[in-house]
């Protein structure tokens, strides 16, 4: 079964990925798992210039789900908050 | 106390950038951040106290997890309570510090260990072939591969032209690194591990510096000495 693809979703998330004036805020946990797949800052940037967004989550902010490859071509998943007028990106977890 | 806050200059992103030294990008975004709470509450001041409040620049940081090179950043690391509880930590100039540090790890004499060789490529955003073809058409992708897991240790030659294809490709991203062609093939690489197996690589200590471009505009670049 095809993954749904958020259109509008993801062509604001590319446009600010890769908006040099882009903060990327990473949250602790985030980093941990990162850590632990080794991933660096790198990979998670990739995924997320070139990913697309698959789920669309309300919780406190609204999250998106971005299924993405890293540098070498292995599969990522980040979920992250994204804030287009302050062009930043909080990254929630990556899995 | 309203009228006090409401009479200060109202300072643009381009002005910022230029006047503003060592922390440039912190401040944009600080200022955005402000402004939003600005136009929620209009009250700068309580705007002000708040942001103090969640955020820090913390003094010394361990970058190794973003850079995947042993990397410590000072004065840099901003680390915020966001509304939700949550700790988050941002590092300013972020592309800049990966090449920094992969520069200063290029230019530090002590052989390359294989999970540096693919630190540094991803820096580069390089694949395996991608890597291999540009080191010398005749290398194989799965040599690099052996490289990188340690199972084939990398030459003195082949190791000196990763190290300068590195420095060559990321040299503009590190304007406060200091760094010639010549420094590369003059490098006396030693290889601490023969005799002390648990020898750790000391990090690459990196600062955010205002550095002076010959244009003459002013940037802010990672630096690897302190300057008082």
Redesign the interface.
């Known amino acids: 079964m095809a993954l749904p693809h958020y259109v509008t979703e993801t062509q604001i998330l590319r446009k600010i990925a890769c908006d040099p004036k882009c903060s990327l805020r990473f949250t602790t946990h985030a980093l941990k798992e990162m850590v632990a797949d080794g991933w660096t800052a790198d990979d998670v940037q990739h995924a997320l210039m070139h990913g697309q967004v698959v789920l669309h989550e309300q919780k406190q902010d609204v999250l998106w789900r971005v299924e993405g490859m890293d540098i070498d071509g292995g599969r990522i998943r980040v979920v992250v908050a994204v804030y287009e007028l302050i062009i930043r990106i909080k990254v929630i977890t990556a899995f | 106390m309203k009228k006090h806050a409401d009479e200060r200059p109202e300072v643009s992103k381009e002005e910022l950038r230029v006047l503003d030294g060592q922390h440039r990008?912190a401040k944009?975004?600080e200022l955005?951040?402000l402004a939003?709470i600005k136009r929620a509450t209009g009250d700068l001041e309580r705007a002000e106290a708040k942001l103090k409040q969640v955020e820090r620049t913390l003094a010394k940081y361990d970058a190794t997890?973003?850079?995947?090179l042993r990397t410590v950043v000072y004065n840099a690391a901003i680390e915020?309570v966001?509304?939700?509880g949550?700790?988050?930590?941002?590092?300013?100039k972020?592309p800049e510090l990966?090449a920094s540090a992969a520069v200063s790890r290029c230019l530090l004499p002590v052989r390359l260990r294989g999970p540096e060789i693919r630190?540094m490529?991803?820096?580069m955003?390089?694949?395996?072939a991608d890597l291999a073809k540009r080191l010398d058409e005749k290398t194989a992708t799965e040599t690099v591969s052996r490289w990188e897991s340690e199972a084939q240790p990398m030459g003195g030659y082949a190791e000196k032209l990763l190290r300068l294809l590195v420095c060559e490709e990321l040299r503009e991203n590190a304007p406060g690194i200091e760094y010639n062609a010549s420094m590369i093939a003059n490098l006396k690489v030693r290889d601490p591990w023969r005799v002390e197996p648990n020898y750790e690589i000391p990090p690459a200590e990196l600062w955010l510096l205002p550095l002076k471009e010959r244009s003459g505009t002013i940037i802010e670049a990672w630096n690897e000495k302190k300057v008082a």
């Open positions: 990008r944009v975004v955005s951040a939003e997890v973003f850079v995947g915020r966001e509304e939700d949550e700790t988050t930590i941002e590092l300013p972020l990966l630190a490529r991803r820096i955003k390089l694949t395996l």
